[in-house]
Antibody, heavy 117, light 108 residues
Framework: EVQLVESGGGLVQPGGSLRLSCAAS????????MSWVRQAPGKGLEWVSV???????YYADSVKGRFTISRDNSKNTLYLQMNSLRAEDTAVYYC???????????WGQGTMVTVSS | EIVLTQSPGTLSLSPGERATLSCRAS???????LAWYQQKPGQAPRLLIY???SRATGIPDRFSGSGSGTDFTLTISRLEPEDFAVYYC?????????FGQGTKLEIK
């Protein structure tokens, strides 16, 4: 079964750091386009970052320089390292995957990140 | 950055009726890299349409997408009770993605 399972969310103070993980099963993360998409409470979807199958990485302007996307092929897992967190980063973070770069056909269940003092 | 504007914000219809949702882009969307998603409360989004008009795996044929350039439409031909949800359009270009703000489809 194709599946994505996120973990690592929680409560963190402004300026703090957090690392999210997304474990994949049923397919290989290194063969797919893997993204993070977030959704603030009661709001719409916002794309955060993507790592291409070839390894190139791209970020939304709102997180560039603060967040880093990576993957561990041996663990078949995607990561999002989030530094210098702000209140506006509070959201459910989804990992999403696709075999082609243009749309996301596999989604995890999401993990909640709350940035608050 | 390409901005996607969805209309209407809320659409109130009854089961059995036809729903037409609009997504307008601030610039032309390259190669019809336009997708539609459905999201129900407490759930992750589900891909419905990619490439503007291709249905994703397992999506019923009452869902159809059309359009090109800057104007795209999602049509649900005959609403079922499970279709009432929030719908998002999304575009891909220059290695970045943007979503529309969503259309809430509610039961009248």
């Amino acid at each position: 079964e194709v599946q994505l399972v996120e973990s690592g969310g929680g409560l963190v103070q402004p300026g703090g750091s957090l690392r999210l993980s997304c474990a994949a099963s049923g397919f290989t993360v290194s063969s797919n386009y893997m993204s993070w998409v977030r959704q603030a409470p009661g709001k719409g979807l916002e794309w955060v970052s993507v790592i291409y199958s070839g390894g190139s990485t791209y970020y939304a302007d709102s997180v560039k320089g603060r967040f880093t996307i990576s993957r561990d092929n041996s663990k078949n897992t995607l990561y999002l390292q989030m530094n210098s967190l702000r209140a506006e980063d509070t959201a459910v973070y989804y990992c999403a995957s696709s075999y082609t770069p243009d749309a996301f056909d596999i989604w995890g269940q999401g993990t909640m990140v709350t940035v608050s003092s | 950055e390409i901005v996607l504007t969805q209309s209407p914000g809320t659409l109130s219809l009854s089961p059995g009726e036809r729903a037409t949702l609009s997504c307008r882009a601030s610039q032309s969307v390259s190669s019809s890299y336009l997708a539609w998603y459905q999201q129900k409360p407490g759930q992750a989004p589900r891909l419905l349409i990619y490439g503007a008009s291709s249905r994703a795996t397992g999506i019923p044929d009452r869902f159809s997408g059309s359009g090109s350039g800057t104007d795209f439409t999602l049509t649900i031909s005959r609403l079922e009770p499970e279709d009432f949800a929030v719908y998002y359009c999304q575009q891909y270009g220059s290695s970045h993605y943007t979503f529309g703000q969503g259309t809430k489809l509610e039961i009248k």
